[in-house]
């Protein structure tokens, strides 16, 4: 057994290295970087931005008028710039120009019909305020009873979904697409070398002194390695700025989906890696590879598909449990149902420990595939001639 795991792990180093050394690493790599620095950094340079808005006024705009709408500001993160025009005319003039956001003289608020959002309610709300407190004050209210009666705040509002939290939801999500994205691009990875392997001969000089499973492992553990390298890449500054600076708007617990989500992958890659292998054994020419991975690509894709149709749009519907907990959809399936925030413990240890005994015996039967078929040579190998045991 020792000499086995040392021949398989030179297999495996030498393909690591050729694909460490390669151009399309490189290159992947250093995409998937910038694309997790860009996730993090944009969003902060974004969020720095304050809007600014315009309010013009006959005349200076009363002082109180100018205390509420900056303390508003401050509030919800917007600036206001006030202009003084000199009556009504100007001031509605001013917002026809596009000079104001929004004109307040008298009685009258003018807006406009392309620009403004929320502010002129948020000015209207102050004008109404003001005139409350000289109203109290003016029915022989004290300064400290009409402070109290506008520090009446109205009842917390929280909003109500099928998730607890949206934004580690969409985490989830981004997750279970990453996920699979990773998995089929290993998969179509390992069944290309496989392929070209048997078609170029060098699987006959491999085979002349290695066992067809020492080849397979070693491929497979050196594809997963460079791949699993490249999610950690895109992942590790994703949960630091989670975990630490927040940078990107997601709770600190999102920082754990994503490290669970490295957890998944590897179930997931070795639940599908050998069944890649083993259809890339199948074929005669390198050009065959696509149409001998379609059956395998299309189970990972009806599991992606669950995953983000059926789980998204209910995470706590039976269907979703089932996608969750079904061996070949849980990978995408579980981390996006997990992420919801309503998952018992059991049912991600469950959902684990299923992928994991299905995966064993996908190996076995992969390798058992992978085995008769790389002995096959001349044609492209039909699934009944390796599963009929004619390569034996």
């Known amino acids: ?26 290159v992947v790599t250093g995409l998937l970087l910038l694309m997790s620095i860009a996730a993090v950094t944009i969003p902060q340079i974004l969020g720095n931005e304050r809007t600014t808005y315009t309010l013009a006024t006959a005349g200076a705009a009363p002082s109180e008028m100018v205390a509420a709408l900056d303390a508003a500001g401050r509030s919800a993160k917007f600036t206001v710039t006030y202009v003084s025009r000199g009556d009504s005319n100007a001031v509605r003039k001013a917002v026809r120009d596009g000079d104001a956001t929004v004109g307040l003289t008298g009685g009258t608020l003018y807006t406009s019909n392309t620009a403004g959002g929320t502010f002129p309610v948020v000015v209207a709300q102050a004008v109404v305020g003001l005139e409350t407190s000289h109203l109290l004050a003016g029915a022989g209210l004290s300064p400290q009873q009409v402070a109290e009666l506008q520090s009446v705040r109205p009842p917390k509002q929280v909003t109500v979904g099928r998730v607890d939290n949206e934004g580690r939801a969409g985490a989830g999500l981004a997750v279970g697409v990453v996920l699979y994205l990773a998995i089929t691009f290993a998969g179509t990875a390992i069944a290309t070398t496989v392929a070209m392997e048997k078609s170029t001969r060098i699987s006959e000089v491999l085979l002349a002194i290695l066992r067809p499973s020492q080849v397979l492992v070693g491929t497979v553990v050196a594809i997963g390695t460079v791949t699993l390298l490249q999610l950690l890449v895109l992942a590790t500054p994703l949960a630091v700025a989670v975990r630490v600076t927040d940078s990107i708007g997601l709770p600190p617990v999102a920082a754990g989906d994503i490290t669970l989500a490295v957890a998944w992958f590897l179930l997931g890659f070795m639940l599908y890696a050998f069944l890649f292998a083993a259809a890339g054994a199948l074929v ?11 059956p395998v690509t299309m189970i990972l894709l009806v599991g992606y598909m669950l995953a983000i149709t059926v789980v998204t749009s209910n995470p706590a519907s039976g269907w979703s449990v089932a996608a969750s907990l079904f061996p070949l959809s849980a990978p995408m399936a579980m981390p996006i149902r997990w992420a919801s925030g309503d998952v018992p413990i059991y049912q991600l240890l469950l959902a684990m ?19 008769r078929a790389l002995l096959i040579t001349g044609h492209r190998v039909k699934l009944r001639e390796v599963l009929g045991g004619r390569a034996l």
């Open 1 to 26: 057994m020792g000499t086995w795991w040392k021949l398989t792990r030179l297999v495996a180093e030498r393909a690591l290295f050729e694909n460490l050394r390669s151009r399309s690493f490189k």
């Open 284 to 294: 005669n020419k390198i050009t065959e590879v696509n149409s001998a991975i379609l």
């Open 353 to 371: 420990a299923l992928t994991a005994a299905s995966s064993v015996f996908l190996v076995s039967v992969a390798s058992s595939i992978y085995r």
